[in-house]
């Protein structure tokens, strides 16, 4: 090491994005000035929002909802490299990942709306192309070839960690802990040589604890669950977690899908393409396409995990306690 650890500062930066927070977590020398990355992170995170975000009107992402069937869009680079990433995996998971499901999202209650019984029935007729088939990307533009409402919400946020921690970078910080709800990017090791520390959450909607402990270099998490964000339909509780087969919530899926990556970005969309494929269906996909992955199911008043990788089949990543994470 260049310093020793005593000659470095810890530091601990948040703000808001997209209805949550974004964090960073790493260590300076003492005569680091934070404000400047604190504005350059904060910045980063705006411009995914105001170009992926479902819920502002003014968005780059509304904007090509709005745009007609067969009539090529104009559309920022980051927002395109993210609906690149989107189609891809959408192809490689047979559907199961699936950017064109903002209507259903929306008619179901996860946007700015409330659920509504006709947009639902709406949703879910039959005949809808999935946006890996109904979306051409050219050069620069973006051509709808059949009715298709997107939706970034399974990507966005892990997009969003990929740039924190570009940012990071950017400043001259190699390594570091960034995150947006739970969705988290390491960079490098801890200034004493060691990883960093993160808690893969278990699925209880009751309280938050964790289930397990990960070690992290130059990677990054992603979990997807269904006990953090539901709605009530018909007195039912609902996932946010969309099926494209029916366009509708899932009725039936593992309790939580956590990945891991070199880019948070697929870690974000693989862990949903993996919730919506299901523990069995879900490992031989993990397997195919060489992802760590740990499935948790509900058995009983209790849970049977699936693990898929070299980091989760040789264990929970570390020994570290719960007190140790992101630290």
Same mark, same amino acid.
């Given at each position: 090491?260049?310093?020793?650890?005593?000659?470095? $500062? $810890?530091?601990?930066?948040?703000?808001?994005?997209?209805?949550?927070?974004?964090? #960073?977590?790493?260590?300076?020398?003492?005569?680091?000035?934070? #404000?400047?990355?604190?504005?350059?992170?904060?910045?980063?995170?705006?411009? =995914?929002?105001?170009?992926?975000? /479902?819920?502002?009107?003014?968005?780059?992402?509304?904007?090509?909802?709005?745009?007609?069937?067969?009539?090529?869009?104009?559309?920022?680079?980051?927002?395109?490299?993210?609906?690149?990433? /989107?189609? !891809?995996?959408?192809?490689?998971?047979?559907?199961?990942?699936? &950017?064109?499901?903002?209507? #259903?999202?929306?008619?179901?209650?996860?946007?700015?709306?409330?659920?509504?019984?006709?947009? &639902?029935?709406?949703?879910?007729?039959?005949?809808?192309?999935?946006?890996?088939?109904?979306?051409?990307?050219?050069?620069?533009?973006?051509?709808?070839?059949?009715?298709?409402?997107?939706?970034?919400?399974?990507?966005?946020?892990?997009?969003?960690?990929?740039?924190? +921690?570009?940012?990071?970078?950017?400043?001259?910080?190699?390594?570091?802990?960034?995150?947006?709800?739970?969705?988290?990017?390491?960079?490098?090791?801890?200034?004493?040589?060691?990883?960093?520390?993160?808690?893969?959450?278990?699925?209880?909607?009751?309280?938050?604890?964790?289930?397990?402990?990960? #070690?992290?270099?130059?990677?990054?998490?992603?979990?997807?669950?269904?006990? $953090?964000?539901?709605?009530?339909? !018909?007195?039912?509780?609902?996932?946010?977690?969309?099926?494209?087969?029916?366009?509708?919530?899932?009725?039936?899926?593992? +309790?939580? =899908?956590?990945?891991?990556?070199?880019?948070?970005?697929?870690?974000?969309?693989?862990?949903?393409?993996?919730? =919506?494929?299901?523990?069995?269906?879900?490992?031989?996909?993990?397997?195919?396409?060489?992802?760590?992955?740990?499935?948790?199911?509900?058995?009983?008043?209790?849970?049977?995990?699936?693990?898929?990788? $070299?980091?989760?089949?040789?264990?929970? /990543?570390? /020994?570290?306690?719960?007190?140790?994470?992101?630290?």
């Amino acid at each position: 090491m260049s310093k020793m650890f005593t000659d470095l $500062r $810890r530091h601990a930066l948040n703000g808001p994005t997209m209805g949550t927070r974004w964090s #960073a977590l790493f260590f300076a020398p003492q005569a680091f000035n934070p #404000a400047p990355l604190r504005a350059s992170l904060q910045a980063a995170v705006d411009d =995914v929002d105001a170009q992926m975000s /479902g819920w502002k009107p003014g968005s780059d992402l509304m904007r090509l909802n709005a745009a007609p069937v067969g009539e090529c869009a104009a559309v920022p680079d980051r927002l395109r490299r993210v609906l690149e990433m /989107g189609l !891809q995996i959408g192809r490689a998971s047979g559907g199961a990942f699936d &950017i064109g499901m903002g209507d #259903a999202v929306r008619a179901w209650g996860f946007g700015p709306e409330a659920a509504a019984p006709e947009r &639902i029935r709406e949703a879910m007729r039959a005949g809808r192309v999935p946006a890996h088939e109904a979306l051409e990307m050219g050069a620069g533009l973006v051509r709808k070839q059949a009715p298709l409402t997107l939706d970034l919400n399974g990507i966005a946020k892990g997009y969003g960690v990929d740039r924190l +921690a570009e940012t990071l970078v950017q400043h001259g910080l190699h390594a570091g802990l960034v995150g947006i709800d739970g969705e988290m990017r390491a960079l490098g090791l801890r200034p004493g040589g060691e990883p960093w520390t993160v808690a893969v959450e278990a699925p209880d909607p009751e309280r938050r604890a964790p289930h397990s402990i990960l #070690a992290l270099q130059d990677a990054a998490v992603a979990t997807s669950g269904d006990y $953090r964000h539901w709605v009530e339909v !018909q007195g039912r509780l609902l996932s946010h977690t969309m099926d494209p087969a029916r366009r509708a919530p899932l009725l039936t899926s593992p +309790a939580s =899908v956590t990945v891991v990556h070199a880019s948070c970005m697929q870690a974000d969309a693989w862990a949903t393409a993996l919730m =919506v494929m299901g523990s069995l269906e879900g490992a031989a996909m993990a397997r195919k396409q060489g992802l760590d992955a740990l499935f948790i199911d509900r058995i009983g008043d209790g849970f049977r995990e699936t693990r898929v990788g $070299r980091l989760f089949e040789a264990g929970d /990543g570390s /020994g570290a306690d719960a007190d140790d994470c992101g630290t």
